[in-house]
T-cell receptor, first 116, second 110 residues
Framework: DAGVTQSPTHLIKTRGQQVTLRCSPK?????VSWYQQALGQGPQFIFQ???????QRGNFPDRFSGHQFPNYSSELNVNALLLGDSALYLC???????????????FGPGTRLLVL | QKEVEQDPGPLSVPEGAIVSLNCTYS??????FMWYRQYSRKGPELLMY????GNKEDGRFTAQVDKSSKYISLFIRDSQPSDSATYLC??????????FGAGTRLTVKP
């Protein structure tokens, strides 16, 4: 089992550019969440995708958007990059939802984005 | 006031010591409580998962949740140098939108 995978591992962009980050969930997982982790801080929830739709969103501007594909993989897009967008972007996947069940989230290694 | 407060440390202990890590929170509606371990330049790894109040033990790790005090703890017994990492507490309402603490950086010295 490959676990949660993310690409690329590192990325350097300049202000105003756009970036796309990719995530493949753990086998058997259908829900993908994205988090932003600034240096020295805990991860902050961006949004969650399930059944190819955004189900929940954190306090992030519309510059942050996403997509989930039929194979459950997901993309995070950030437009008009700002210096403050420099962070580690983490993808987490959860198992298939069960009635009354609990879902634990498993994280990928992250994509480190630097905006110059 | 932050929704989840966690002392960032750093915390340094000798090998074999008992480590106590703590978080406080303000939202009494949180139901799910997690502890993650994060090594440098890696993604967080789930250590412990607790629903509602009570204790949970897994090997050298014990998680405690006191909802009346809005306080959660992680204890590490017989700490090892390999335990050196940042420990993140996290909590959520429906285990979707997790709210994290800032993380406590732990070093276990041989």
């Amino acid at each position: 089992d490959a676990g949660v995978t993310q690409s690329p591992t590192h990325l350097i962009k300049t202000r105003g550019q756009q970036v796309t980050l990719r995530c493949s969930p753990k086998s058997g997982h259908d829900t993908v969440s994205w988090y932003q982790q600034a240096l020295g801080q805990g991860p902050q929830f961006i949004f969650q995708y399930y059944e190819e739709e955004e189900r929940q969103r954190g306090n992030f501007p519309d510059r942050f958007s996403g997509h989930q594909f039929p194979n459950y993989s997901s993309e995070l897009n950030v437009n008009a990059l700002l210096l403050g967008d420099s962070a580690l972007y983490l993808c987490a996947s959860s198992p298939i939802r069960l009635a009354g069940g609990q879902e634990t989230q498993y994280f990928g290694p992250g994509t480190r984005l630097l905006v110059l | 006031q932050k929704e989840v407060e966690q002392d960032p440390g750093p915390l340094s202990v000798p090998e074999g010591a008992i480590v106590s890590l703590n978080c406080t929170y303000s939202n009494s509606a949180f139901q799910y409580f997690m502890w993650y371990r994060q090594y440098s330049r890696k993604g967080p790894e789930l250590l412990m998962y607790t629903y509602s109040s009570g204790n949970k033990e897994d090997g050298r790790f014990t998680a405690q949740v006191d909802k009346s005090s809005k306080y959660i703890s992680l204890f590490i017994r017989d700490s090892q140098p390999s335990d050196s990492a940042t420990y993140l507490c996290a909590m959520s309402l429906y285990n979707n939108d997790m709210r994290f603490g800032a993380g406590t950086r732990l070093t276990v010295k041989p």
